[in-house]
């Protein structure tokens, strides 16, 4: 054709740092600490769970309810109107989408007009900036930052006050959080997400809440979700997955849970996009719920026995990572890790990436040259501030210990210059 | 609440929809539902076991490539290979989607701009009108005409006017959407039909987004034709189809667009920002399934020739059982719905207050009144259309034999108060 084919909306966002680097670690068969998605499999009952749907009659494999498989926003309500003390009304409050990647799509294409802003707090999981981009919003960053250099904690990150009130202006439409933090693993407090809502409160924004790791926290950290402040429920959009909840990330069940007059909006959207979800998914993930509001609390819950397992796996790769000279960040939740490059030289003799940042390249020549695949963590900031958070590269501790063993042969090679 | 948390422009309008409307009233387990179309014939086995199987390989319960399962684009590309003629990259000519629907939304949003005109033949799959304003587009209608003499009394009485066809082209037409097999109709466009909307493609340097999802059910006598195999076509038209429609597992929503890579890219982009991936279990099942059936194409073992001829058994019963209520069908020469004129019921609904197209009623008062749910033709048709087409309702006749039964019961005592 001799003129544009392609439609704008799709400009600028064709570039996606896991389709490349997913690609290059399956190139060159690295050992995969990359991509976030567990490399074991999902607990039995789950695994079980689907296997009963999928042998569950004819209508586990036609068209169910478009909003919601009827069992699981049944059980997403009974179980969240627990955790939350707010009654959720399955049918009215609840959307269930293809991961909580599409949630997330659905939320920016109902709310977000051209030229409205929506202030997305820095590190931030890439998709809230060419989301955003695509509806064409206007993103304005806020960046978490050590308050202390060279501090080892996510804790210790924070958000100024001053700054982040300086970024809400007439035209800001949402502010977009993540806790558990994807890369940096920092776990909101009840007084940061307090300072969130009063702004949200004053300004009349809305709040957009990716909580997909919300089972994940250590060290005694609780995970604390926004809605359940007081004049949040009707601003607040929470996002979970059944992917990070159940370990089973290629089953694309995600969800939304919000007041009914947001949700209204997200169906028309939906509707217009895939219009249903899987149905045998959608049961088995019902299924899976219903066990675990039972078993809440208690030792045989998985929402107990995965952070308790991972735990121990975010302690193995520290220390593994401390041995031979890298420092990492203690996260205080998910299952990722960033760890400071700076003090690493390296001469990455490879002109192909001399134009890209320093992460990026080191990436890439850790992927290429060692065999471990990572991710460069400036993908996770605006342009603005990439620079300046160029040296570290994130790693996914939700493996086999005989993966996180495989990495740490090849670091201690490398490291003992070998 | 505020007025700021109102919906985005972008949906503005767009949020009633005939299905959210109809599949509610139409769950009452007493009613004998021929509307939303979906069979409730059980799948072929092999395909539930490779799920079942599938699932229980640790790595198939976790991401895969986002545009499309390995050993899936990998299935397609030879079976579409084989069936056009040519050799398909599975990993630049195609992306695996959300269903049918899913490849339509990436379709729209990647290809179709603000102010693009996009040509929608009717009765339409009604999602098209909202999926292509949604992307900031103009929707320009041109109905399918019952011919006047010469009556078949199938689908194929049914066609396009040539001239009333070429007037809707102009210098901001984007895209022609197509439907063969359609939905509602039944049509199969002929190559003579697909090569004048190819040689206005041409002439105007338009796409084509071909809805091929019923492409494997073709009755007796007919022939699928793919747009895309024509001259000059391949690198203007995107083609889709779908998984719960060829297998019977209108659950598992897996559907695939096929295309050039200039075209298919931008596709990508769409999903690499809206979903990102599709289930993976679901994925190598389907993929299971078109390597056990790429082998038998042809034979009367593939389900592609089985299914089929197993629905033109309903199709005509169906036909039959209607003929005799007093209802006028059009014989589908495809897909798995049939378009009933009920004129010559002379039902009087003038009781009914609202106000809504004769079909509408029709299907309320039937629903209500005879247990029997259809859906109402003019759902598929833009305003000035409607009322050429409010004397249509649409049954569906991929139902098991009980279904047809219940069916035949009611349309038996049909004239009995």
């Known amino acids: 054709m001799s003129r544009r084919i392609?439609?704008?909306?799709?400009?600028?966002?064709?570039?996606?740092?896991?389709?490349?680097?997913?690609?290059?670690?399956?190139?060159?068969?690295?050992?995969?600490?990359?991509?976030?998605?567990?490399?074991?499999?999902?607990?039995?009952?789950?695994?079980?769970?689907?296997?009963?749907?999928?042998?569950?009659?004819?209508?586990?494999?036609?068209?169910?309810?478009?909003?919601?498989?009827?069992?699981?926003?049944?059980?997403?309500?009974?179980?969240?109107?627990?955790?939350?003390?707010?009654?959720?009304?399955?049918?009215?409050?609840?959307?269930?989408?293809?991961?909580?990647?599409?949630?997330?799509?659905?939320?920016?294409?109902a709310l977000i007009d051209e030229g409205d802003e929506v202030i997305i707090v820095e590190p931030f999981f890439d998709c809230y900036q060419t989301m955003v981009k695509m509806v064409g919003g206007k993103e304005v960053y806020v960046p978490l930052r050590p308050k202390v250099e060279g501090s080892l904690s996510s804790a210790d990150w924070t958000l100024s006050a001053e700054e982040l009130a300086s970024k809400f202006t007439p035209r800001t439409k949402a502010i977009v959080i993540n806790t558990p933090n994807n890369p940096l693993g920092k776990v909101y407090k009840t007084e940061e997400l307090q300072m969130i809502a009063d702004l949200c409160i004053k300004h009349d924004v809305l709040c957009i809440s990716d909580e997909v790791y919300e089972w994940l926290t250590y060290d005694g950290n609780k995970h604390v979700k926004i809605a359940s402040l007081p004049g949040m429920w009707e601003r607040t959009i929470t996002i979970g997955s059944g992917g990070k909840t159940?370990?089973?990330?290629?089953?694309?069940?995600?969800?939304?849970?919000?007041?009914?007059?947001?949700?209204?909006?997200?169906?028309?959207?939906?509707?217009?996009?895939?219009?249903?979800?899987?149905?045998?998914?959608?049961?088995?993930?019902?299924?899976?719920?219903?066990?675990?509001?039972?078993?809440?609390?208690?030792?045989?819950?998985?929402?107990?026995?995965?952070?308790?397992?991972?735990?121990?796996?975010?302690?193995?790769?520290?220390?593994?990572?401390?041995?031979?000279?890298?420092?990492p960040i203690m996260p205080e939740g998910g299952y990722f890790m960033i760890v400071d490059i700076s003090s690493v030289k390296v001469d990455f003799n490879d002109d192909s990436t001399k134009d890209e940042s320093y992460d990026y390249r080191f990436v890439k020549w850790l992927t290429k040259e060692k065999g471990l695949a990572t991710i460069p963590v400036s993908a996770f900031y605006s342009p603005e501030h990439a620079k300046e958070f160029d040296k570290y590269i994130r790693f996914c501790f939700v493996k086999e210990e005989a993966t996180l063993d495989a990495a740490e042969q090849i670091l201690r090679k490398w490291r003992q210059g070998k | 609440m505020t007025s700021r948390h109102k919906n985005s422009k972008r949906i503005e309008g767009l949020d009633k929809n005939v299905w959210v409307a109809f599949t509610s009233v139409a769950a009452d387990p007493s009613i004998v539902n021929l509307g939303q179309g979906f069979p409730d014939i059980p799948p072929p086995s092999y395909v539930k076991e490779a799920l079942a199987e599938a699932s229980s390989v640790d790595r198939m319960n976790q991401y895969t490539r986002g545009f499309g399962h390995p050993s899936l684009v990998k299935a397609l590309s030879q079976v579409y290979g084989k069936v056009c003629g040519r050799q398909i990259d599975p990993f630049k000519e195609i992306l695996v989607t959300v269903g049918g629907y899913g490849s339509l939304f990436s379709t729209m949003q990647g290809l179709v701009d603000e102010g693009d005109e996009v040509i929608i033949i009717e009765p339409f799959f009604d999602c098209y009108v909202p999926m292509v304003r949604m992307a900031g587009g103009k929707?320009?209608?041109?109905?399918?005409?019952?011919?006047?003499?010469?009556?078949?009394?199938?689908?194929?009485?049914?066609?396009?006017?040539?001239?009333?066809?070429?007037?809707?082209?102009?210098?901001?037409?984007?895209?022609?959407?197509?439907?063969?097999?359609?939905?509602?109709?039944?049509?199969?466009?002929?190559?003579?039909?697909?090569?004048?909307?190819?040689?206005?493609?041409?002439?105007?340097?338009?796409?084509?987004?071909?809805?091929?999802?019923?492409?494997?059910?073709?009755?007796?006598?007919?022939?699928?034709?793919?747009?895309?195999?024509?001259?000059?076509?391949?690198?203007?038209?995107?083609?889709?189809?779908?998984?719960?429609?060829?297998?019977?597992?209108?659950?598992?929503?897996?559907?695939?667009?096929?295309?050039?890579?200039?075209?298919?890219?931008?596709?990508?982009?769409?999903?690499?920002?809206?979903?990102?991936?599709?289930?993976?279990?679901?994925?190598?099942?389907?993929?299971?399934?078109?390597?056990?059936?790429?082998?038998?194409?042809?034979?009367?073992?593939?389900?592609?020739?089985?299914?089929?001829?197993?629905?033109?058994?309903?199709?005509?019963?169906?036909?039959?059982?209607?003929?005799?209520?007093?209802?006028?069908?059009?014989?589908?020469?495809?897909?798995?719905?049939?378009?009933?004129?009920?004129?010559?019921?002379?039902?009087?609904?003038?009781?009914?207050?609202?106000?809504?197209?004769?079909?509408?009623?029709?299907?309320?008062?039937?629903?209500?009144?005879?247990?029997?749910?259809?859906?109402?033709?003019?759902?598929?048709?833009?305003?000035?259309?409607?009322?050429?087409?409010?004397?249509?309702?649409?049954?569906?006749?991929?139902?098991?034999?009980?279904?047809?039964?219940?069916?035949?019961?009611?349309?038996?005592?049909?004239?009995?108060?």
Not at chain 1, 10 to 31: P, R, S
Not at chain 2, 153 to 179: C, H, Q, R, V, Y
Request: net charge neutral; proline share 5%; aromatic share 10%.
């Open chain 1, 6 to 109: 392609h439609a704008r909306r799709t400009e600028g966002i064709d570039k996606n740092v896991w389709v490349e680097f997913t690609q290059l670690a399956a190139d060159y068969k690295a050992v995969n600490l990359g991509q976030g998605f567990p490399d074991f499999s999902p607990p039995k009952f789950v695994q079980e769970a689907f296997c009963d749907a999928v042998n569950g009659g004819a209508q586990m494999h036609q068209y169910t309810r478009a909003f919601g498989h009827p069992r699981l926003v049944q059980s997403l309500a009974t179980f969240f109107s627990r955790v939350t003390g707010h009654e959720i009304d399955p049918l009215e409050d609840v959307l269930v989408t293809v991961g909580a990647y599409q949630a997330l799509f659905c939320a920016f294409q």
């Open chain 2, 139 to 417: 929707p320009v209608l041109i109905p399918l005409r019952l011919k006047s003499g010469n009556k078949t009394g199938t689908s194929a009485d049914w066609f396009l006017d040539p001239e009333e066809l070429s007037s809707k082209f102009n210098s901001k037409t984007k895209a022609i959407i197509i439907n063969t097999p359609n939905n509602p109709i039944g049509k199969i466009f002929s190559r003579d039909e697909l090569q004048m909307i190819a040689d206005l493609c041409i002439k105007h340097d338009t796409l084509c987004f071909s809805d091929e999802v019923y492409e494997w059910l073709i009755y007796r006598g007919h022939q699928h034709v793919k747009i895309a195999t024509l001259p000059g076509m391949w690198d203007r038209t995107i083609t889709i189809g779908s998984a719960g429609k060829t297998f019977s597992v209108t659950g598992w929503k897996l559907g695939w667009s096929v295309g050039p890579e200039h075209l298919i890219k931008h596709l990508q982009t769409v999903m690499q920002n809206t979903m990102h991936s599709c289930p993976t279990p679901l994925q190598e099942a389907v993929a299971h399934g078109f390597q056990r059936n790429l082998e038998l194409m042809g034979q009367p073992e593939c389900y592609f020739s089985s299914l089929p001829e197993e629905l033109e058994l309903k199709r005509d019963r169906m036909a039959a059982i209607l003929q005799e209520a007093g209802m006028t069908p059009f014989i589908p020469e495809g897909g798995y719905f049939m378009l009933v004129d009920v004129t010559s019921l002379n039902q009087d609904l003038s009781h009914m207050e609202e106000d809504e197209a004769y079909d509408y009623k029709f299907v309320k008062w039937m629903i209500k009144e005879k247990k029997l749910a259809a859906i109402p033709v003019t759902a598929f048709v833009g305003e000035e259309s409607k009322k050429h087409f409010e004397k249509y309702i649409r049954l569906c006749f991929i139902k098991q034999d009980s279904t047809l039964d219940a069916a035949e019961a009611i349309l038996k005592n049909w004239r009995k108060v």
């Open chain 1, 246 to 327: 159940f370990s089973a990330t290629g089953w694309k069940v995600g969800w939304v849970i919000s007041s009914g007059h947001i949700i209204k909006h997200m169906k028309t959207i939906f509707q217009n996009c895939v219009y249903h979800c899987p149905t045998a998914a959608q049961e088995a993930v019902a299924r899976a719920f219903e066990r675990e509001y039972e078993l809440f609390g208690s030792p045989e819950s998985y929402f107990q026995q995965l952070p308790a397992m991972l735990h121990h796996r975010r302690g193995k790769l520290a220390s593994c990572l401390q041995s031979v000279g890298l420092q």
